[in-house]
């Protein structure tokens, strides 16, 4: 059972109120043992639950049916739902959300120690292992003065890792099933520690003015279909590289525009009920009326 592991990793990794692992450092623990315990003991009931919830003759017919591939899409759902309690800055919501995607990682451990593939001791284990090997600035010798020095080690242990892979290109590693923009900017970066970089914004402006009026002929093109989203995905390509020039999350900027774009709507709407009217029988007139009224009163109030 999964909460016999957690039982057995608490054991061998706590003592005396100092973390000890084969690494041979001896750190102080970060957090009261109280706290400390009743982490662990949040943890073990969770781990208790799911394997109920999977037990094969009393658990629920629902968990018992799903499989990793099943649950992946609610993980990647609970995993937005985060970000956006994050963006919110809603702290309730932040502790339910989290309690949900850590749901999604016992799911798996549960499963996959169902299957002998491993468990969640086997799951914490490891992630322990990488985060001692990649900080030998505070788990070692390594000096490290500045958060640039620290990314500098990170990446160097990163390229140590994929040294010992088969797929020896600057790209290996970067997995296809990320959402296309953050993909975008990690095949760019990786790209630019060989040196295929621009150095400046200003050198990559004339390559989006370029994709652009790529679109604009593939759009008067006879065949307009065949080209039209192979162009619209290269002007895309070259937005995400000039956020990453700009130190800039593109998917950030987008969920900023589209937060902006909702909120105005939202004032359309009600500018058009305040007149007795719907927007679907708005004329397109009177919708961009209403959509330059919303501007100037989040203009107005800005400026107040």
């Not at 781990?47 to 037990?55: P, Q, S």
């Not at 140590?160 to 797929?167: G, L, P």
């Not at 402006?205 to 002929?217: F, G, I, T």
């Amino acid at each position: 059972m999964q909460h016999k592991e957690m039982g057995r990793f608490a054991k061998n990794h706590k003592k005396e109120g100092r973390l000890w692992g084969r690494f041979g450092y001896d750190a102080r623990m970060t957090t009261t043992n109280s706290s400390a315990h009743a982490s662990a003991a949040g943890l073990h009931k969770l781990l208790e639950v799911m394997a109920r919830l999977r037990d094969p003759q009393h658990g629920c017919p629902w968990d018992l049916e799903q499989d990793f591939k099943s649950i992946a899409k609610y993980t990647i759902e609970e995993t937005y739902e985060v970000v956006d309690a994050i963006e919110r800055e809603d702290f309730a919501a932040l502790k339910e959300e989290l309690g949900d995607l850590l749901l999604q990682i016992v799911f798996y451990a549960q499963m996959a120690d169902e299957k002998k593939y491993f468990n969640f001791h086997d799951i914490a284990e490891a992630i322990a292992d990488k985060m001692v090997a990649r900080h030998p600035h505070v788990f070692g010798d390594a000096a490290a003065s500045t958060a640039g020095d620290v990314i500098a080690i990170w990446e160097n242990k990163k390229a140590e890792e994929r040294e010992k892979n088969a797929d020896k290109s600057a790209l290996a590693g970067v997995i296809g099933a990320l959402p296309a923009l953050p993909r975008a900017v990690k095949l760019q970066q990786r790209a630019a520690r060989v040196g295929f970089d621009w150095t400046t914004v200003a050198q990559i402006m004339p390559k989006l003015h370029e994709e652009v009026a790529e679109l604009e002929a593939a759009l008067r093109a006879p065949d307009h279909n065949n080209h039209v989203e192979e162009e619209l995905g290269d002007i895309l390509f070259v937005m995400a590289n000039i956020a990453r020039r700009l130190d800039i999350d593109p998917e950030g900027a987008l969920r900023q525009a589209n937060a902006k774009f909702e909120e105005r709507f939202r004032g359309m709407e009600a500018l058009a009920r305040q007149q007795g009217k719907e927007m679907k029988n708005c004329t397109l007139d009177e919708q961009e009326a209403f959509w330059q009224q919303v501007k100037a009163q989040k203009k107005s109030v800005a400026v107040a």
